[in-house]
């Protein structure tokens, strides 16, 4: 759950073969996060890039469970924070990148341009139809997971 909503709470019917495949609920469920899923303290390393936001991220702050559960299957690692207030304030990070945006200022930092992939994650959302949580699932297998959208060949990435 990269942290926008709550979290999230997937049904899975485990198969013979010991794959595990199943939908989101509807309804969320809140967990304590794990230590990577806390907020960095703000260092980040040197070097940064800054940019003004395509998307408001207000709206993407909004946009509710079903984009959160889209950004979790195709940025799989990312945590974000936010900041209702004014300006909005984001911040996104995995390993060694980052970005913070604050209104449309957004300064990214490290190898990994997040919030131009989270960008590209809410386009792709809204082309889709801005899909309800309960339209994605989830597939487990011994070499990893994947989220899927509809049906479980239809993987995000």
Request: glycine share 12%; charged share 25%; with cysteine.
């Amino acid at each position: 759950m990269p942290g926008l909503e709550p979290g999230h709470k997937v049904v899975l019917a485990m198969g013979r073969d010991g794959v595990a495949i199943g939908r989101f609920a509807w309804r969320g469920a809140s967990y304590m996060m794990l230590c990577d899923q806390r907020p960095p303290s703000g260092e980040y390393g040197s070097g940064h890039r800054e940019s003004r936001a395509t998307a408001e991220p207000r709206r993407i702050l909004e946009a509710g469970a079903g984009l959160d559960v889209a950004i979790a299957g195709a940025m799989p690692g990312v945590s974000a924070t936010a900041e209702q207030g004014e300006p909005y304030e984001l911040t996104l990070w995995s390993g060694e990148s980052a970005a913070h945006v604050s209104g449309a200022e957004v300064t990214q930092y490290g190898d990994r341009s997040l919030w131009d992939e989270l960008e590209d994650v809410f386009f792709r959302w809204i082309e889709w139809g801005s899909p309800d949580r309960t339209r994605f699932g989830l597939t487990v297998t011994r070499e990893g997971q994947h989220v899927w959208l509809d049906r479980p060949d239809n993987v995000i990435r």
